[in-house]
């Protein structure tokens, strides 16, 4: 298994996408997003999306070239369209978009499609929050919904439909809340087939409703089973929470909602933006989340458990350790990698 500087990490899938077609300036935003994740621990949306992203653009899923447009805007609100640029691509344009409407406006809510797969959501309200501000963030999958039960059933009809938010504290990092409204996200199954590992109990059922901790029966060759919604015995909040990313993330974004399809084309995208001067004194908001940070951490923490951590400080601090340390990508990621390397005519062996 490699291990790599993130520095490493991100030389390596900048020769890889500007091979294919994006020009170096979309690569980096591409591949600063995926190593990112993996410096975060979410190794589902990091380097393992390299050789997909890749293929994508040969199958001519993806254009490397694409440049996100306006196509609807008033002063707070615009819906920007990506034409098949990569996800990252079409998300960070929207979301620089949105801060530039709240540093106006006060607030601003932006929608996106036709952007493909824009991959860890949380990584555009933190966008926000390192500018000072709060970002919100709602994501379908426009028409597949293949991934997830609803809340009793046994087959699958909606997708992780993930949701983020992030907040900024003073003189320390965000806030930071990335999370699907399923069981776990997507990814994490595809990297327990890649390492030839189970998934734990209660993340998923088989194609005939059953519990299952054979990653091959939800992802594989075998006929797909589903993830489960968030909530174990109340689900139903995850449920609910997926239907709104939906109608939020799927109608106002015009790419529409769960219908069945084979593959996900792009994700809809609801992002919103709030400046806090324009509600609140900016030192009173500090000083209140500092003071609800340090109440929420005094509890004693239970058997398990040394402290109570807030959203985001466990990515933060592997994000730490990782850049100290490295970042392992597992052998199969890195042959698929680096089959996808040779494909757009470079020679892997000059990377390691």
Same mark, same amino acid.
């Given at each position: 298994?490699?291990?790599?500087?993130?520095?490493?990490?991100?030389?390596?899938? @900048?020769?890889?996408?500007? $091979?294919?077609?994006?020009?170096?300036?979309?690569? +980096? =935003? !591409?591949?600063?997003?995926?190593? %990112?994740?993996?410096?975060?621990?979410?190794?589902?949306?990091?380097?393992?999306?390299? @050789?997909?992203?890749?293929? $994508?653009?040969?199958?001519?899923?993806?254009?490397? +070239? =694409? !440049?996100?447009?306006?196509?609807? %805007?008033?002063?707070?609100?615009?819906?920007?369209?990506?034409?098949?640029?990569?996800?990252?691509?079409?998300?960070?344009?929207?979301?620089?978009?949105?801060?530039?409407?709240?540093?106006?406006?006060?607030?601003?809510?932006?929608?996106?499609?036709?952007?493909?797969?824009?991959?860890?959501?949380?990584?555009?309200?933190?966008?926000?929050?390192?500018?000072?501000?709060?970002?919100?963030?709602?994501?379908?999958?426009?028409?597949?919904?293949?991934?997830?039960?609803?809340?009793?059933?046994?087959?699958?009809?909606?997708?992780?439909?993930?949701?983020?938010?992030?907040?900024?504290?003073?003189?320390?990092?965000?806030?930071?809340?990335?999370?699907?409204?399923?069981?776990?996200?997507?990814?994490?199954?595809?990297?327990?087939?890649?390492?030839?590992?189970?998934?734990?109990?209660?993340?998923?059922?088989?194609?005939?409703?059953?519990?299952?901790?054979?990653?091959?029966?939800?992802?594989?060759?075998?006929?797909?089973?589903?993830?489960?919604?968030?909530?174990?015995?109340?689900?139903?909040?995850?449920?609910?929470?997926?239907?709104?990313?939906?109608?939020?993330?799927?109608?106002?974004?015009?790419?529409?909602?769960?219908?069945?399809?084979?593959?996900?084309?792009?994700?809809?995208?609801?992002?919103?933006?709030?400046?806090?001067?324009?509600?609140?004194?900016?030192?009173?908001?500090?000083?209140?989340?500092?003071?609800?940070?340090?109440?929420?951490?005094?509890?004693?923490?239970?058997?398990?458990?040394?402290?109570?951590?807030?959203?985001?400080?466990?990515?933060?601090?592997?994000?730490?350790?990782?850049?100290?340390?490295?970042?392992?990508?597992?052998?199969?990621?890195?042959?698929?990698?680096?089959?996808?390397?040779?494909?757009?005519?470079?020679?892997?062996?000059?990377?390691?």
């Amino acid at each position: 298994m490699p291990i790599f500087t993130p520095n490493k990490l991100k030389q390596i899938g @900048y020769q890889l996408f500007e $091979a294919t077609g994006c020009s170096p300036e979309n690569a +980096k =935003a !591409v591949v600063d997003h995926l190593v %990112e994740s993996n410096l975060f621990g979410h190794d589902s949306h990091g380097a393992i999306r390299f @050789y997909e992203y890749a293929q $994508a653009i040969q199958d001519g899923r993806f254009d490397p +070239k =694409a !440049v996100p447009e306006i196509v609807k %805007e008033h002063p707070c609100t615009a819906v920007v369209d990506a034409h098949n640029a990569l996800g990252q691509v079409g998300a960070t344009f929207a979301t620089n978009l949105a801060i530039e409407k709240a540093r106006t406006h006060g607030v601003s809510v932006v929608t996106l499609r036709n952007t493909s797969h824009i991959g860890r959501v949380g990584a555009y309200p933190l966008m926000a929050a390192r500018e000072g501000f709060i970002g919100l963030i709602f994501v379908n999958a426009g028409r597949e919904g293949r991934k997830v039960t609803p809340f009793g059933g046994r087959d699958a009809r909606l997708s992780t439909n993930p949701i983020g938010f992030s907040a900024p504290r003073e003189n320390t990092d965000p806030i930071l809340l990335d999370m699907t409204t399923s069981v776990v996200a997507d990814g994490k199954v595809r990297v327990a087939i890649n390492q030839g590992n189970p998934i734990p109990e209660g993340w998923a059922v088989d194609s005939e409703g059953n519990p299952t901790t054979d990653p091959n029966r939800v992802r594989g060759d075998a006929p797909q089973g589903a993830l489960l919604p968030m909530g174990g015995v109340v689900a139903h909040k995850g449920f609910g929470l997926s239907l709104a990313s939906e109608i939020l993330g799927g109608v106002l974004s015009g790419q529409g909602v769960a219908a069945n399809e084979p593959v996900m084309v792009s994700n809809g995208v609801h992002l919103t933006v709030y400046n806090i001067e324009h509600f609140t004194d900016l030192a009173d908001y500090y000083k209140e989340v500092e003071a609800l940070s340090a109440h929420v951490k005094s509890s004693r923490p239970i058997d398990g458990f040394n402290e109570i951590l807030l959203p985001g400080e466990p990515e933060f601090r592997c994000a730490k350790q990782r850049t100290q340390d490295g970042i392992a990508v597992d052998d199969t990621t890195w042959e698929r990698i680096c089959e996808a390397a040779k494909t757009f005519g470079i020679d892997p062996t000059a990377w390691t």
